[in-house]
């Protein structure tokens, strides 16, 4: 099973970049779907992004254009690109994983935090 811990998140100004890890333990880690979701205060988690075994993205229609989510296989980790911060980008960010044959995100992280001022 694999298991996941975040790393990259911090205070920023608008404007700003930030770019989140995940490291990832377990063998299988090329053959799941792995996303970036977050939770801002007050509202319900989101997914932000995915991105599929085979490299296909997904992203929400407020970061497209300055997200970018990628995968190392080689060394186990995904990451999240975040470009031209937004205050509104404020939030707990979570790597989650789904595994071959699952229906849903159900391998999460501990979250790491983004504070974007303006």
């Known amino acids: 099973q694999v298991q996941l811990v975040e790393s990259g998140g911090g205070l920023v100004q608008a404007g700003d970049s930030l770019r989140l890890s995940c490291a990832a333990s377990?063998?299988?880690?090329?053959?799941?779907?792995m996303g970036w979701f977050r939770q801002a205060p007050g509202k319900e988690r989101e997914l932000v992004a995915y991105?599929?075994?085979?490299?296909?993205?997904y992203y929400v229609d407020s970061v497209k254009g300055r997200l970018t989510i990628s995968r190392d296989n080689a060394n186990h980790t995904v990451y999240l690109q975040m470009n031209s911060l937004k205050p509104e980008d404020t939030a707990v960010y979570y790597c989650a994983a789904r595994g071959p044959g699952k229906l849903r995100f159900d391998l999460w992280g501990q979250g790491t935090q983004v504070t974007v001022s303006s």
């Open positions: 377990g063998r299988t880690f090329s053959s799941y779907r």
């Open positions: 991105i599929t075994s085979g490299g296909n993205t």
